[in-house]
T-cell receptor, first 118, second 113 residues
């Protein structure tokens, strides 16, 4: 079946502009995650959704970052007033229900959105 | 805090030779451990995971990993490397009550003819 999809695949923006990144999880996966991959910081967790709620936002680096999920499916990560340090690959993943699983469920990743802030 | 470490930034191996990519863990209780692979300009692909049971876990593309509790290791192995195995490999552990994965720093595997 279809995997996790993300759009756009590449985004170039100017410092100070807002950007929206989209993630379509695997059908039936109730859990959704955003991560960021950058040269200096490696792979970092940003936010976790269970259904439409986000019980763990601990990885969002500043209040310029926000995310939402609607209909228990598509998620959008928004970065306001982008800065050059926001340049990175943003990865989305989804998994089956994580509640009570204690981390056993496999996360499946999308191809990522490569963001470049000029 | 739960964490994993990958002590080697890069591993070079000749095609046809066995390969090992190392990962050690620091986890309280019974660990869940994962291996992912990333090809250039691609997302992460799941290879295998250890939950419980047999210490030797078999995964995709002929890879396997051995869970060793006494050495707190979960090394990734393949009996015969292919040039197409050249990629970036990450081990990972669930943290935050299982709500997220914490990754190692990654190991670049280069398989040469």
């Amino acid at each position: 079946g279809a995997g996790v999809s993300q759009s756009p695949s590449n985004k170039v923006t100017e410092k100070g502009k807002d950007v929206e990144l989209r993630c379509d999880p695997i059908s039936g996966h109730t859990a959704l995650y955003w991560y960021r991959q950058s040269l200096g910081q490696g792979l970092e967790f940003l936010i976790y959704f269970q259904g439409n709620s986000a019980p763990d936002k601990s990885g969002l680096p500043s209040d310029r970052f926000s995310a939402e999920r609607t209909g228990g499916s598509v998620s959008t990560l928004t970065i306001q007033r982008t800065q050059q340090e926001d340049s990175a690959v943003y990865l989305c993943a989804s998994s089956l229900d994580r509640e009570l699983a204690g981390g056993q469920e496999t996360q499946y990743f999308g191809p990522g959105t490569r963001l470049l802030v000029l | 805090a739960q964490s994993v470490a990958q002590p080697e930034d890069q591993v070079n191996v000749a095609e046809g030779n066995p390969l090992t990519v190392k990962c050690t863990y620091s986890v309280s209780g019974n660990p869940y451990l994962f291996w992912y692979v990333q090809y250039p300009n691609r997302g992460l692909q799941f290879l295998l995971k250890y939950i419980t049971g047999d210490n030797l876990v078999k995964g995709s593309y002929g890879f396997e990993a051995e869970f060793n509790k006494s050495q707190t290791s979960f090394h990734l192995k393949k009996p015969s490397a292919l040039v197409s195995d050249s990629a970036l490999y990450f081990c990972a552990v669930p943290t935050g009550g299982g709500n997220k994965l914490t990754f190692g720093t990654g190991t670049q595997l280069k398989v040469e003819l």
